[in-house]
């Protein structure tokens, strides 16, 4: 719902400037191609993480069989339409509208999709990092109404640099504190999975090391200051050290571009859905580029091999790729001398 109301604050902007010409079918391409790419990524996470359930269903295994190529040609539509409605005269500002409604599909839908990849992850992959950036917003806020002197930057007059120093430190708290708290419940540290048995979602698991309190030594220089030799924490927190860093430093570039894009274009809100607030894309401008990097991160430095999603991915091959699959495991497994050659499966 929040996608299609950010797409929909962008496109209406476009479509003011669009309409004046009246030319056909831009609101309606756009809406087109909001369905064709959401069809597709949605289409992935299907295939992704409910393959037992797509198996039992015959009518969705040819749909996610062809799942890519279905995209594709429902995308080759879209564009065969775009270009049956060009008009002479008007090509340029046509082929701009074009742009325009692909890079509004990539900032929302794509983000987006990345958020729901997160929440896959684990509870915890979301609320740290949306809890940060809501942080930051607010604590650089009070530090730059009390304290706030000299100006950030130009794009955003009201910030300063007070609010964007004092905001890093409150965020980078705030998100060790919150980790912690989180880090002890099995709900928000395991990854969601699909259980086909019960026809369900299940956050059941043994919290990987990630969430296992561990000890650590003081530095040294700290020593002297805290007393303590030895802290106890969980390994998370300090993974929280980078999501709140790039909440509060990085992130508020995502609402300086946004308001780049309104002054470009003489407007103070995408919208005005939220009274006093804006649009929902001014609540969610710094929250994009958060969860993009969520995403990257994750890949980068936590996900390991995932023997469920593996399991589910040998279980819809044939019975002779599966026997296949079983030979070769259990050839490597005698080489490494993890099974004895004599045994038999």
Same mark, same amino acid.
């Given at each position: 719902?929040?996608? +299609?109301?950010?797409?929909?604050?962008?496109?209406?902007? *476009?479509?003011?400037?669009?309409?004046?010409?009246?030319?056909?079918?831009?609101?309606?391409?756009?809406?087109?191609?909001?369905?064709?790419?959401?069809? &597709?990524?949605?289409?992935?996470?299907?295939?992704?993480?409910?393959?037992?359930?797509?198996?039992?269903?015959?009518?969705?295994?040819?749909?996610?069989?062809?799942?890519?190529?279905?995209?594709?040609?429902?995308?080759?539509?879209? @564009?065969?339409?775009?270009?049956?409605?060009?008009?002479?005269?008007?090509?340029?500002?046509?082929?701009?509208?074009?742009?325009?409604?692909? +890079?509004?599909?990539?900032?929302?839908?794509?983000?987006?999709?990345?958020? $729901?990849?997160?929440?896959?992850?684990?509870?915890?992959?979301?609320?740290?990092?949306?809890?940060?950036?809501?942080?930051?917003?607010?604590?650089?806020?009070?530090?730059?109404?009390? @304290?706030?002197?000299?100006?950030?930057?130009?794009?955003?007059?009201?910030?300063?640099?007070?609010?964007? $120093?004092?905001?890093?430190?409150?965020?980078?708290?705030?998100?060790?504190?919150?980790?912690?708290?989180?880090?002890?419940?099995?709900?928000? +540290?395991?990854?969601?999975?699909?259980?086909?048995?019960?026809?369900?979602? +299940?956050?059941?698991?043994?919290?990987?090391?990630?969430?296992?309190?561990?000890?650590?030594?003081?530095?040294?220089?700290?020593?002297?200051?805290?007393?303590?030799?030895?802290?106890?924490?969980?390994? &998370?927190?300090?993974?929280?050290?980078?999501?709140?860093?790039?909440?509060?430093?990085?992130?508020?570039?995502?609402?300086?571009?946004?308001? *780049? &894009?309104?002054?470009?274009?003489?407007?103070?809100?995408?919208?005005?859905?939220?009274?006093?607030?804006?649009?929902?894309?001014?609540?969610?401008?710094?929250?994009?580029?958060?969860?993009? @990097?969520?995403?990257?991160? $994750?890949?980068?430095?936590?996900?390991?091999?995932?023997?469920?999603?593996?399991?589910?991915?040998?279980?819809?091959?044939?019975?002779?790729?599966?026997?296949?699959?079983?030979?070769?495991?259990?050839?490597?497994?005698?080489?490494? *001398? $993890?099974?004895?050659?004599?045994?038999? *499966?």
């Amino acid at each position: 719902i929040i996608q +299609v109301k950010c797409y929909h604050e962008i496109i209406t902007i *476009g479509y003011r400037v669009y309409h004046s010409y009246d030319l056909p079918w831009f609101r309606s391409l756009s809406w087109y191609f909001l369905l064709c790419v959401n069809y &597709f990524f949605y289409g992935e996470t299907v295939a992704d993480y409910f393959a037992t359930f797509v198996q039992r269903r015959e009518q969705l295994q040819f749909l996610i069989r062809y799942h890519r190529f279905i995209s594709f040609a429902l995308y080759l539509t879209g @564009f065969c339409m775009f270009v049956l409605s060009l008009v002479k005269k008007h090509y340029r500002l046509q082929f701009y509208m074009f742009a325009w409604t692909h +890079v509004t599909l990539l900032i929302t839908v794509t983000q987006s999709h990345l958020v $729901i990849q997160n929440l896959f992850e684990g509870m915890i992959w979301f609320l740290v990092p949306i809890s940060s950036v809501i942080c930051n917003d607010i604590t650089a806020y009070i530090f730059g109404f009390f @304290f706030g002197r000299t100006p950030l930057i130009k794009l955003s007059p009201k910030k300063t640099w007070e609010g964007f $120093i004092g905001g890093f430190f409150s965020t980078v708290v705030f998100g060790f504190i919150f980790s912690y708290f989180l880090a002890q419940h099995q709900y928000f +540290v395991c990854p969601v999975e699909y259980n086909s048995e019960t026809n369900r979602f +299940v956050t059941e698991c043994e919290p990987s090391e990630l969430f296992q309190m561990k000890k650590y030594s003081v530095p040294p220089l700290l020593q002297a200051v805290l007393g303590w030799e030895t802290v106890n924490m969980y390994p &998370f927190q300090m993974h929280s050290f980078a999501l709140s860093t790039f909440a509060s430093l990085i992130g508020p570039f995502g609402g300086f571009f946004a308001s *780049g &894009f309104k002054r470009a274009f003489k407007i103070k809100d995408f919208a005005d859905t939220i009274p006093g607030h804006g649009g929902i894309m001014d609540r969610f401008d710094c929250q994009y580029l958060m969860a993009t @990097f969520v995403h990257v991160y $994750i890949t980068s430095f936590i996900r390991g091999p995932n023997p469920s999603k593996l399991l589910k991915q040998l279980l819809i091959l044939q019975p002779e790729q599966q026997l296949s699959v079983y030979k070769t495991l259990k050839s490597h497994l005698v080489e490494k *001398g $993890i099974l004895q050659p004599s045994l038999r *499966g």
